[in-house]
């Protein structure tokens, strides 16, 4: 985030948590945030990192039965996500998955219901657009 124009972002604490409320305290709608953190999403959890276990197994779990989802409908490569709960950019391309491609963006949007709430298309689309 300091390299891409947020110099005043928190480092994480000795727990690996950033304080969210330095984070607030921050200009989350400028440009140059909203940039850095398209920039840099594929360096994070996919989970926040204020995310209690339990909160993290939730995510990994809604991650897993999107990524079953996914591959029934027409993408049998797809990847389930790492033990800490991520699907990166790195991973999509290497099963050859193109989210860019209509019919994969279809079928992400098609199976954020089986998440029940936790990933939702407009997560999808932000994924997307940092892609």
Do not use: W
């Not at 304080?19 to 850095?36: G, H, R, T, Y």
């Not at 990847?79 to 991520?86: R, Y």
């Not at 936790?118 to 689309?125: G, L, M, N, Q």
């Amino acid at each position: 985030m300091h390299s891409h124009e947020v110099p005043n972002f928190p480092d994480p604490n000795s727990s690996g948590q950033i304080p969210k409320n330095q984070v607030i305290a921050l200009d989350l709608s400028s440009p140059q945030f909203e940039a850095a953190q398209r920039a840099c999403a594929q360096l994070y959890p996919y989970r926040g990192p204020a995310e209690s276990a339990a909160q993290g197994q939730v995510h990994t779990a809604a991650l897993l039965a999107l990524a079953r989802c996914v591959r029934g409908h027409g993408f049998p490569s797809f990847p389930d996500p790492t033990s800490s709960g991520q699907v990166t950019y790195e991973m999509l391309a290497n099963a050859g998955i193109n989210l860019r491609q209509p019919a994969a963006l279809q079928a992400a949007d098609a199976c954020v219901s089986v998440t029940h709430g936790v990933i939702t298309k407009a997560t999808v689309a932000r994924f997307v657009a940092g892609q």
